[in-house]
């Protein structure tokens, strides 16, 4: 495989709570800035169409990340209005269960029990996405991630907003420019995060935390993600007369790609 295993500081059980808010704020509107959502909408609107489902499953939710703006793209969609979204995640946010179980009218709730990816049979009923997430999966979890789709016989959308196509020793030699250019983005992005709280203020600008652990996650995620040839090796074996695997680059509405995709789909 060409990906590797580094590490990311959100692998971490200590990594504080509210300092992943913080940096998932700062990856949504990136996300927002390169048109991920649209991107995402799409693509999941056509399973749900095509399976007649109602309800998101997000596996390994984390901090929101960006299925609740996809949602709101989802219910602009004709046919798509009713669409609701149940976020879950191995270790459950404690603020993010506060902030989106309050409001039932947005059609999003987190699940309060712990959800691990790999026993898709505990998850609730309806299509399961992995967004930017599946990059953290060793190759054995990640297998048996894709394993229990098939054989609990789910719908399940896996996507990565970035690719990894550039050679390692490519990436090791601009890792320095790469970790200083995400910096500089940080101090830019920040006055646009909402709510801006003083944690993201004081430990973006004062006392540097947020940009120094979110320029080496960016860039560390990349030689991370599986690659189409390495899903390929991930999904051998896989795939049978009832159960089918499609991959590929994600696509903008202006022919730009966006990412790579991994769907798996009873028949």
Not at 170 to 178: A, D
Request: include cysteine.
């Amino acid at each position: 495989m060409k990906r590797i295993q580094l590490f990311e500081f959100e692998d971490f059980g200590w990594f504080p709570d509210w300092l992943r808010v913080c940096m998932t704020h700062l990856i949504v509107i990136l996300q927002r800035m390169i048109g991920v959502p649209e991107v995402l909408a799409r693509l999941i609107a056509d399973i749900l169409k095509k399976k007649n489902l109602s309800t998101i499953v997000d596996l390994g939710s984390g901090s929101g990340g960006a299925m609740p703006e996809v949602l709101e793209v989802l219910h602009k969609i004709e046919g798509l209005g009713h669409v609701t979204l149940t976020m879950t995640d191995l270790y459950p946010s404690g603020e993010m269960l506060k902030k989106f179980n309050e409001n039932a009218i947005d059609k999003i709730n987190y699940l309060e029990t712990s959800l691990d990816a790999t026993n898709i049979a505990k998850a609730p009923i309806g299509l399961k996405t992995m967004v930017n997430s599946f990059h953290h999966m060793p190759p054995k979890k990640a297998r048996a991630i894709l394993e229990s789709a098939q054989r609990n016989n789910q719908p399940i959308l896996i996507y990565e907003m970035g690719e990894n196509n550039i050679p390692l020793l490519i990436w090791w030699l601009l890792l320095p420019l790469s970790l200083i250019i995400l910096i500089i983005m940080v101090l830019f992005m920040t006055p646009f995060v909402k709510p801006l709280t003083w944690r993201q203020i004081v430990f973006t600008y004062l006392i540097p935390i947020i940009p120094i652990c979110y320029a080496w996650d960016g860039q560390a995620s990349l030689p991370r993600i599986y690659t189409l040839n390495d899903l390929d090796q991930l999904l051998d074996g896989l795939g049978s007369g009832k159960y089918i695997w499609e991959k590929g680059q994600a696509i903008k509405k202006n022919g730009k790609k966006q990412g790579t995709y991994l769907i798996g789909l009873p028949l």
